[in-house]
């Protein structure tokens, strides 16, 4: 069986590289000329909608459930019973009693965002907007990306404080821009981390994906913040989805 890569955005390069390493071909978006038939596999990274007749191919991360995890209020619906999610409203008044109780919120004013985009953190009751998801803040000690795959666990990364980054880091929204980067290096992964991952990889039936986690040491608890299904990849990153691909096509 052939295998394709088919990218929710025609210029990701984590797609590109997936498949360089896979030794593939992608699918473009214009002027292609891939036939979709029952012999041809196609690893969907990212795409909550593919091309007609694609489903006549062996899709790894059917398109329904990516587009599932992708809208963020969705995903809170959908997965909140079968792992530890946030509390999660879209009533701006419950968002208020939070704050007035001593929380903080998480405004998202973007649901498909991600790296932080649309997210607005607020701790006084005063200050809320009308936004189209609220969720109460966690205080987190570490935030994990767990990747999964075939119904298991690939590989763990850990959102660290880059070295030389010049400016004071966010330690509430850790992304890139904010000072992050991941690491792997000798990680002392709480089970509860793994444990609330999996479930809601399991739950959420895609073939792949990374999961975002926090981790409350006082509380000893995780919490699934968010599902990936196109995940960056890059060095060991890359070669761990390549070789967990190459195993599971077997």
Known sequence: MRTFVYAYNPYSESA???ARALSVLRIRHKNSRFR?????RVINWGSSKLPPKFDDCLCLNDPRYVGLVANKRIFFETYSPYARLPYFTTDMQKA??????GHKVVERHILDGHSGAGIRIVDNSLDIQPALLYTRYIK???EYRVH???NKIIDVQLKKKK???EGEANYQIRNHANGFIYARQELE???????QSLACFNATNLDFAAIDVVYNAYEDKAYVLEVNTAPGLHGETLTIYANAFQEMML
């Not at 979709?36 to 041809?40: A, G, I, V």
């Open 16 to 18: 590109k590289a997936l």
């Open 96 to 101: 208020i009693e939070w704050t007035q109780d």
């Open 189 to 195: 992964v709480p089970e509860d981390v793994l444990t």
């Open 36 to 40: 979709p038939t029952w012999r041809k």
């Open 163 to 165: 070295l030389d980054f």
């Open 148 to 150: 999964c795959m075939d």
């Open 140 to 142: 987190k000690r570490d």
